[in-house]
């Protein structure tokens, strides 16, 4: 089977309008079976007991992991097949993740929970219909293990645990198990435990940024070489003002960056602080210690500034430091000429961070894509915003930059002629990202696969569009 047929019968697998029939006859591509039992949202019994005849323990992985995806009579062929490999591929791959202190997902842990409630029976058919106070019931016992891995476990994934758990679990005699519970993702730590957090080495650095500091420990972290350590002490607020000043003459540009954003710390300062980093990243290069310390610098979240009144915050409108700035940018309650100075600001991150509020105007977002481009990392995309011009997705659909064509596919908005004519664009990233679109054409999705780029024919086969008729002529040529 050649690449590109293989390659449409990958992205048929993951079609969730492929019908059961068509399904079934994938289950002996071993790839496409993979791809099945992963990524198809409603997985029949018929299908998914095909899938576990075919013995491969990575479909069973997958299958034991859907959950609301299977029945519980799956869950049961899974705990009771004759093959070891199927039977017990969860229970290792969840070993394997405990020994590896790896983060594990509510529903993992509830799965170990119905396992060391009755060995053998299937986990995850008992925890899929638990209410959330026997959830909480099942994960409160994990906490209580004698296994200290098991609470870790629960340390680190359950977000949501009771203050009582927590408590239980910072005093646990493991200090890996006392860390889990010290700081992210359980919030900040009750006021009357953080003596005892800041005394234990275990758990320090998850607190050291705000919890009352003794003069003793801030003494002793002062001393401590750890970059680490010092910048998170750096933010502490009750930190004393002599202290405060060492640290920003500390060694460690991460230090010093992170005393710029303090709230006590006055305007000269702060700017003086700045352009020292500034003159030591230029001086370094990229990728060393100043470079990375202003890295960083902008993505610090700035509570304190958020907390101000507005005609306070405005204070810090033209802040020569971005970080303050974008800061302000996250807010939606200031005036609209504030944005309209955000929006003109001579730093890219500031515009971006400024263009997800709800009311930005349609020219603001089209000039920020003109100049820079779509960040695919930050969700909603700028053709995804309610305020971006149909007009210009129509203007920028024709554009001589492919990228810029491409980047029109993102808005769901974007009508059938012209995903359509995309479909048809000399440019294999366009339509490959055409054939995703949820507005592409039946037609054109049958047309694409005879597309000559592999990518695009798995995009083709993979879209909901594509007919039936289709699907089972792409199986006829695959022999299948």
């Not at 638990?130 to 098991?150: H, I, Y």
């Not at 230029?282 to 470079?291: I, L, M, N, T, V």
């Not at 002629?417 to 339509?431: G, M």
Request: hydrophobic share 40%; with cysteine; proline share 9%.
């Amino acid at each position: 089977m050649d690449k590109t047929l293989e390659q449409a019968l990958v992205g048929l697998a993951g079609n969730p309008s492929a019908p059961l029939d068509v399904l079934m006859r994938l289950v002996p591509v071993p790839v496409a079976a993979k791809v099945m039992a992963w990524r198809q949202r409603v997985m029949p019994d018929a299908l998914a007991e095909r899938l576990l005849d075919t013995g491969d323990s990575t479909v069973a992985l997958a299958l034991d992991d859907a959950y609301g995806r299977v029945s519980d009579a799956v869950l049961r062929m899974i705990a009771e097949h004759r093959n070891p490999e199927v039977r017990d591929a969860r229970r290792r791959y969840i070993e394997r993740m405990l020994d590896g202190s790896a983060h594990m997902s509510v529903d993992e842990l509830l799965q170990v929970a119905g396992w060391t409630r009755a060995a053998g029976s299937a986990g995850s058919a008992a925890s899929a219909a638990l209410t959330d106070a026997a959830k909480d019931a099942r994960l409160a016992e994990l906490a209580r293990s004698p296994d200290p891995r098991l609470r870790h476990a629960v340390g680190r994934s359950w977000a949501g645990m009771p203050e009582d758990v927590r408590r239980a679990l910072s005093t646990d005699p493991d200090p890996d198990v006392r860390a889990s519970v010290a700081g992210y993702p359980h919030g900040r730590a009750p006021d009357d435990l953080h003596e005892r957090l800041l005394a234990d080495p275990a758990t320090r650095g998850a607190v050291l940024s705000y919890a009352v500091l003794t003069p003793e420990i801030a003494a002793e972290c002062m001393a401590v070489d750890d970059e680490e350590v010092r910048a998170e002490l750096a933010l502490n607020p009750t930190l004393p003002a002599a202290m405060r000043d060492e640290l920003a003459r500390d060694p460690s540009e991460l230090v010093r960056a992170w005393v710029i954003v303090r709230q006590d710390v006055t305007d000269d300062e702060r700017e003086r602080l700045y352009r020292r980093l500034q003159a030591e990243a230029e001086e370094q290069g990229p990728f060393r210690g100043a470079s990375t310390a202003l890295s960083m610098l902008i993505q610090i979240r700035i509570d304190w500034l958020r907390a101000l009144p507005v005609p306070e915050r405005l204070h810090y409108l033209h802040s020569p430091i971005p970080a303050f700035r974008i800061e302000l940018a996250r807010c939606d309650d200031l005036p609209p000429e504030a944005f309209d100075v955000l929006d003109r600001d001579e730093d890219a991150g500031v515009r971006l961070m400024a263009t997800f509020r709800p009311d930005t105007p349609g020219a603001v977002l089209e000039r920020m894509l003109l100049e820079h481009g779509e960040n695919e990392r930050y969700r909603p995309l700028l053709v995804e915003h309610p305020n971006f011009p149909s007009e210009a997705l129509v203007r920028l659909s024709t554009d001589p930059d492919p990228q810029r064509r491409r980047y029109t596919l993102g808005s769901p908005a974007l009508p059938d002629p012209i995903v359509s004519e995309l479909t048809r664009d000399p440019d294999v990233r366009v339509r490959c990202t055409a054939a995703g679109h949820p507005n592409l054409l039946p037609a054109d999705a049958e047309r694409l696969l005879d597309d000559d780029d592999p990518t695009v024919v798995k995009a083709a086969a993979a879209a909901p569009a594509l007919p039936t008729e289709a699907m089972t002529r792409l199986l006829d040529r695959a022999g299948c």
